[in-house]
């Protein structure tokens, strides 16, 4: 945009999540969304801020949480290397910015289904490890982001196929919001399916002939 640094590569700090196809899919989501100059924008678990960077190109005022100090390191790195502004806060999903209110909350969630229920993952696999069902963090976010939406205010949340995109929908409709699966995608298994591939099958949530994994952005709007 004019006025705005040209975009540069994201750097990413060891054991903070890469910029990988869910954030494409998510930031080719936002692009599609009409964002007003000074928009009020929540990137809630960061990673990089590749997806707050976008968003602060277009203008608007941005404020990115993640509970990696790795993360809001490797973001305020890369918010320094654009000179945009980004406001970056540290903590556990939407606990730094309670009583405030976005037109736009996007996120990029951990995920994956996980053998072990740990309920509170450590290091890398925080960017992934969501519990048995893949919802330990999702179900928070349907739960809380309604809350903070403005009238007419969107929230956009990517996920795996694996982690029920259904009951997503199902949950934000409940608090009111018009939602739906807006964008999908199939990949190639990354390392962490892969290596999860069997256990998967065991579930029945992967047949045998399944090579690839299914994406979904869902799109929720807080109405007027």
């Known amino acids: 945009m004019p006025g705005y640094p040209e975009p540069v590569d994201i750097l990413v700090l060891p054991g903070v999540y890469a910029p ?10 936002l692009a599609d969304e009409p964002l007003p100059r000074g928009a009020e924008v929540l990137d809630v678990g960061t990673g990089s801020g590749a ?3 976008q968003a602060a190109r277009r ?3 941005v404020t990115a949480v993640d509970v990696s100090w790795r993360a809001v390191c490797t973001a305020r790195l890369n918010v320094w290397r654009t000179g945009l502004s980004v406001r970056i806060r540290h903590g556990n999903l939407f ?15 951990p995920y994956v289904p996980t053998p072990v229920a740990d309920p509170e993952p450590h290091g890398p696999a925080r960017s992934w490890d969501a519990g048995n069902d893949g919802r330990l963090v999702l179900d928070r976010i349907c ?14 949340v990517v ?13 934000l409709r409940e608090s009111g919001l018009k939602a739906a699966v807006s964008r999908r995608q199939r990949i190639a298994f990354g390392p962490v399916l892969r290596g999860r591939a069997p256990w998967l099958r065991e579930r029945g949530l992967l047949s045998a002939a399944d090579e690839k994994e299914e994406l ?7 109405p007027v």
């Open 20 to 29: 990988q196809e869910d954030t494409e899919l998510l930031a080719d989501a």
């Open 159 to 171: 996920h795996s196929a694996l982690s029920r995109p259904g009951r997503t929908v199902d949950r």
């Open 143 to 156: 739960g809380e982001a309604p809350a903070l939406l403005r009238p007419g205010g969107v929230l956009l």
């Open 95 to 109: 606990a730094p910015v309670r009583g405030q209110s976005y037109d736009l909350i996007l996120s990029n969630p």
């Open 51 to 53: 997806l707050a960077l």
């Open 216 to 222: 979904v952005v869902v799109r929720a709007e807080r």
């Open 59 to 61: 203008g608007a005022r």
